[in-house]
């Protein structure tokens, strides 16, 4: 993995923002290490940039750590692993799907940035960029599991901003809308005509939009720290309102 390129490791880098945000970091000049548990299809999109693909389950403190022993240096880190599982009210909240939310989305970012936080503020420039999400900061009726989530994985994030002042290290939160991936694939367990509905009659963000804002966050000057970057589709005003053409 010797390389002297300056390396970026994106978590979930197998499909949707993360697999966008690896071809991107790579293309501006990046050794990119990808993880995600798909090891496949990591494997493809390695080979296609240059980069190093790494079996990762953010879930799982033991893949952490294999993940993280693998990884020699870091100068980016893209917490970006996670997502959604169901839309049901609190009244019939689905146990096991806030667990796998809160493990994904919180839980993971907290271990991969405790583990590799010595080796960005080593590197001497280190930035964390967090992939939250307007659910950081809104809520909706039935997003209860995945609002807490990003809300908690949100506040984890800035409070790094604080607690490592001083140090060379930059957090970058960026919190997108309706972007068109996977995202609604997995959160309905694979109904693909509930998914499509969620973008019908309107133009959502594409993967590659959000991984063109992190690529200009993270090569600004080491000086310049961007803490939050909220994007979303012109037809979309909030989590709950969007203009749809018939
Ligand atoms: P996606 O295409 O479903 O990608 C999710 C990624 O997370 C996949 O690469 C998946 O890889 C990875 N992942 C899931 N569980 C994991 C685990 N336990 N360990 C390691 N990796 C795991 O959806 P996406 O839209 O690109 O989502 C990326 C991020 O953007 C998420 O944090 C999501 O909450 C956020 N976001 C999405 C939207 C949107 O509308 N799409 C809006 C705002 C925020 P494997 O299955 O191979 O492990």
Same mark, same amino acid.
């Given at each position: 993995?010797?390389?002297?390129?300056?390396?970026?490791?994106?978590?979930?880098?197998?499909?949707?923002?993360?697999?966008?945000?690896?071809?991107?970091?790579?293309?501006?000049?990046?050794?990119?290490?990808?993880?995600?548990?798909?090891?496949?299809?990591?494997?493809?999109?390695?080979?296609?940039?240059?980069?190093?693909?790494?079996?990762?389950?953010?879930?799982?403190?033991?893949?952490?750590?294999?993940?993280?022993?693998?990884?020699? %240096?870091?100068?980016?880190?893209? +917490?970006?692993?996670? $997502?959604?599982?169901? #839309?049901?009210?609190?009244?019939? /909240? =689905?146990?096991?799907?806030?667990?796998?939310?809160?493990?994904?989305?919180?839980?993971?970012?907290?271990?991969?940035?405790?583990?590799?936080?010595?080796?960005?503020?080593?590197?001497?420039?280190?930035?964390?960029?967090?992939?939250?999400?307007?659910?950081?900061?809104?809520?909706?009726?039935?997003?209860?599991?995945?609002?807490?989530?990003?809300?908690?994985?949100?506040?984890?994030?800035?409070?790094?901003?604080?607690?490592?002042?001083?140090?060379?290290?930059?957090?970058?939160?960026?919190?997108?809308?309706?972007?068109?991936?996977?995202?609604?694939?997995?959160?309905?367990?694979? %109904?693909?005509?509930?998914?499509? +509905?969620?973008?019908? $009659?309107?133009?959502? #963000?594409?993967?590659?939009?959000? /991984? =063109?804002?992190?690529?200009?966050?993270?090569?600004?000057?080491?000086?310049?720290?961007?803490?939050?970057?909220?994007?979303?589709?012109?037809?979309?005003?909030?989590?709950?309102?969007?203009?749809?053409?018939?």
């Amino acid at each position: 993995m010797s390389t002297d390129r300056p390396t970026a490791i994106v978590t979930g880098a197998s499909s949707g923002i993360g697999e966008a945000t690896a071809r991107r970091l790579s293309a501006e000049g990046f050794h990119v290490v990808l993880g995600a548990r798909r090891l496949d299809r990591l494997e493809k999109i390695a080979a296609e940039i240059d980069g190093t693909p790494l079996e990762l389950d953010v879930t799982d403190t033991e893949s952490v750590a294999a993940f993280c022993e693998q990884v020699q %240096d870091c100068r980016v880190l893209v +917490n970006n692993a996670g $997502g959604a599982a169901g #839309l049901e009210t609190v009244a019939a /909240a =689905d146990e096991d799907h806030w667990r796998w939310m809160w493990e994904t989305n919180v839980l993971g970012t907290l271990r991969l940035t405790k583990a590799l936080l010595p080796k960005l503020v080593a590197s001497g420039d280190g930035h964390v960029v967090t992939v939250t999400s307007i659910a950081a900061q809104e809520i909706y009726d039935g997003g209860a599991g995945y609002t807490a989530a990003k809300h908690a994985q949100s506040a984890l994030h800035r409070t790094l901003r604080g607690e490592e002042l001083g140090k060379p290290v930059r957090f970058t939160e960026v919190l997108p809308g309706m972007v068109e991936t996977d995202f609604s694939l997995v959160r309905f367990d694979g %109904d693909a005509e509930r998914a499509a +509905n969620v973008y019908k $009659g309107l133009v959502p #963000l594409v993967a590659e939009d959000v /991984a =063109d804002v992190i690529a200009f966050a993270v090569t600004r000057p080491a000086h310049v720290n961007l803490d939050q970057i909220v994007m979303k589709p012109r037809a979309q005003a909030s989590a709950t309102r969007a203009h749809r053409e018939p």
